[in-house]
C-alpha cells in the first residue's frame, strides 16, 4: 500500500498570505496526485489533478507542483473562503489520502 | 447540472447489514467509473471500493474485501454499496464520487462527490 503523509498538520496563515502545503508518497506515484479543499460538514471539492492541473472553475491562486515522491500545494494569496483543510490523494495504485492540513486563521 | 446524492445510511448493529445508494444525473453515467469513499468521524478520508463503467471490475480495499459489494445499474443511473457484517470501524460519512476521466476505473482524481450519507455500527 502506498502511505501519503501531509504536512503540517495545522497551519496558520492570514489573509493575503502565500501558503505551501506538502505531501510526501511511500513510493514513487509518478504525477498520479490531486489536491482537494473540504469544508465541516462538506463534501471534498477537487483542486489539482494529475499534480498540477486545475479543473476549470478552480482560482488560479491555487497551484500544485511536483512528481514522484514529493508534491506541494500552493495558495499565492490567501482569501477569507481558503480556510479549510486540504488533503492529497494518490491514484498510482489503489487510492489513498493523506491525513488532511487545517488551514486556520492566524 | 451534475449531481451525486447518497441514501441508504443510518443506525446499525454489528454485524449487521445496510445498502448504500448513489442516484447520478447530469452525466453519461455509464461512461465512468465510480468509487465509495468513506470518512470516520474526525478523521482523514479512506477509499473503499471502485468499480468501472461497465459494472465488470470491482476493486476493493482490503478492510472490506468479502464483507462489502460495490454494484451498479447503468439503467437506473444508481451506484450501490452493499454492507454486510458491519463493525464498529465502519462508522463513517460515506461519500460516493466520480471518476474525473471517462474510460478511467480506479487509478484517477474524483471530481464530483456526493454530500455523502452517514453510517453508525453501535448497539
Known amino acids: 500500500d502506498i502511505q501519503m503523509t501531509q504536512s503540517p498538520s495545522t497551519l496558520s496563515a492570514s489573509v493575503g498570505d502565500r501558503v505551501t502545503i506538502t505531501c510526501r508518497a511511500s513510493?514513487?506515484?509518478?504525477?498520479?496526485l490531486a489536491w482537494y479543499q473540504q469544508k465541516p460538514g462538506k463534501a471534498p471539492k477537487l483542486l489539482i489533478y494529475?499534480?498540477?492541473s486545475l479543473p476549470s472553475g478552480v482560482p488560479s491562486r491555487f497551484s500544485g507542483s511536483g512528481s514522484g515522491t514529493e508534491f506541494t500545494l500552493t495558495i499565492s494569496s490567501l482569501q477569507p473562503d481558503d480556510f479549510a483543510t486540504y488533503s492529497c490523494?494518490?491514484?498510482?495504485?489503489?487510492?489513498?489520502f493523506g491525513q488532511g492540513t487545517k488551514l486556520e486563521i492566524k | 447540472e451534475v449531481q451525486l446524492l447518497e441514501s441508504g445510511g443510518g443506525l446499525v448493529q454489528p454485524g449487521g447489514s445496510l445498502r448504500l445508494s448513489c442516484a447520478a444525473s447530469?452525466?453519461?453515467?455509464?461512461?465512468?467509473?465510480m468509487s465509495w469513499v468513506r470518512q470516520a468521524p474526525g478523521k482523514g478520508l479512506e477509499w473503499v471500493s471502485g468499480?468501472?463503467?461497465?459494472?465488470?471490475?470491482?476493486y476493493y480495499t482490503d478492510s472490506v474485501k468479502g464483507r462489502f459489494t460495490i454494484s451498479r445499474d447503468n439503467s437506473k443511473n444508481t451506484l450501490y454499496l452493499q454492507m454486510n457484517s458491519l463493525r464498529a470501524e465502519d462508522t463513517a460519512v460515506y461519500y460516493c464520487?466520480?471518476?474525473?476521466?471517462?474510460?478511467?476505473?480506479?487509478?484517477?482524481?474524483?471530481?464530483?462527490w456526493g454530500q455523502g450519507t452517514m453510517v453508525t455500527v453501535s448497539s
Open positions: 464520487a466520480k471518476i474525473h476521466s471517462m474510460g478511467s476505473t480506479y487509478r484517477d482524481a474524483f471530481d464530483i
Open positions: 494529475q499534480a498540477s
Open positions: 468499480i468501472s463503467g461497465s459494472g465488470g471490475s470491482t
Open positions: 490523494q494518490q491514484y498510482h495504485g489503489y487510492s489513498s
Open positions: 447530469g452525466f453519461t453515467f455509464s461512461s465512468y467509473g
Open positions: 513510493q514513487s506515484i509518478s504525477s498520479r
